[in-house]
Nanobody, 128 residues
Framework: QLQLVESGGGLVQPGGSLRLSCGASGFTLDYYDIGWFRQAPGKEREGVSCISSSGGKSIYADSVKGRFTISRDNAKSTVYLQMNSLKPEDTAVYYC?????????????????????WGKGTLVTVSS
């Protein structure tokens, strides 16, 4: 059974930081591209960031560029999303997702529709 589990969400003040983690069980991440997606109340799910299987390529949404950093540690089967300078509009449930890679650094897009495996999400609330 392939499972992804997110952790690290919580309540943070504007300007603060959080680090989300996505752990995998039932498989190793070495051959999977991983993405972080988020869904705010009343809004559609959107791509935040994706990283290729080897970590050599990453994609960011314009809204988070320069503030969020995606990384991965395949030895630990974990992908991270470091979120700095958080804004109230970053409030959402954050999901990690995975799809089988097509090449270790081949990552043409970061789309929810391409992902096959999903975690259950972790809530991030940015509020004073």
């Amino acid at each position: 059974q392939l499972q992804l589990v997110e952790s690290g969400g919580g309540l943070v003040q504007p300007g603060g930081s959080l680090r989300l983690s996505c752990g995998a069980s039932g498989f190793t991440l070495d051959y999977y591209d991983i993405g972080w997606f988020r869904q705010a109340p009343g809004k559609e799910r959107e791509g935040v960031s994706c990283i290729s299987s080897s970590g050599g390529k990453s994609i960011y949404a314009d809204s988070v560029k320069g503030r969020f950093t995606i990384s991965r540690d395949n030895a630990k089967s974990t992908v991270y999303l470091q979120m700095n300078s958080l804004k109230p509009e970053d409030t959402a449930v954050y999901y990690c997702a995975a799809k089988r890679y097509l090449g270790h650094n081949y990552l043409p897009a970061c789309r929810a529709g391409d992902m096959v495996y999903w975690g259950k999400g972790t809530l991030v609330t940015v509020s004073s």
